[in-house]
């Protein structure tokens, strides 16, 4: 285990799960501190959850150049939601929401190079509105 958790460490890989038929272990890293390489720590942003490359890679914010954008700003996503895509070595790996809430803006532009660890996405963190929590009026 601590050759896979320094393999981790030297690498650019933030998250990283085994299994077998007699354990399983899940290792989560946040490389790059808090707020990712290059992002502003305002104080308005401050309270934002950030979603992660989880892999050096070109983000995509759809599935195909034709197709609609998984989520905008201002879109409500639950957790685990697809949110991009992030293409390493022609391969395509989905990137979920970790929380759910709004979508705030996207900190990386479709077709962009992101690198492991960088923001792609701020939510602001909430529960969503139902019929019976809105006032009546």
């Not at 272990?25 to 707020?35: L, M, N, S």
Request: proline letters at 4%.
């Amino acid at each position: 285990m601590r050759q896979v958790v320094a393999a981790v460490r030297s690498s650019d890989v933030t998250d990283l799960e085994l299994a077998n038929v007699d354990f399983s272990v899940r290792i989560r890293r946040q490389p790059g501190g808090a707020f990712g390489r290059g992002e502003s720590t305002d104080e308005t942003e401050a309270t934002l959850h950030r979603v992660v490359a989880p892999f050096t890679g070109v983000f995509y914010r759809s599935p195909t150049p034709s197709a609609r954008a998984y989520v905008s700003e201002g879109d409500w996503v639950d957790a685990d939601a697809v949110i991009g895509l992030v293409e390493t070595m022609k391969i395509f790996n989905e990137v979920t929401a970790d929380v759910s809430g709004r979508i705030v803006r996207f900190a990386a532009e479709s077709r962009q190079l992101v690198h492991a660890g960088d923001a792609l996405v701020l939510i602001e963190p909430g529960a969503r509105a139902t019929a019976e929590s809105e006032p009546h009026l």
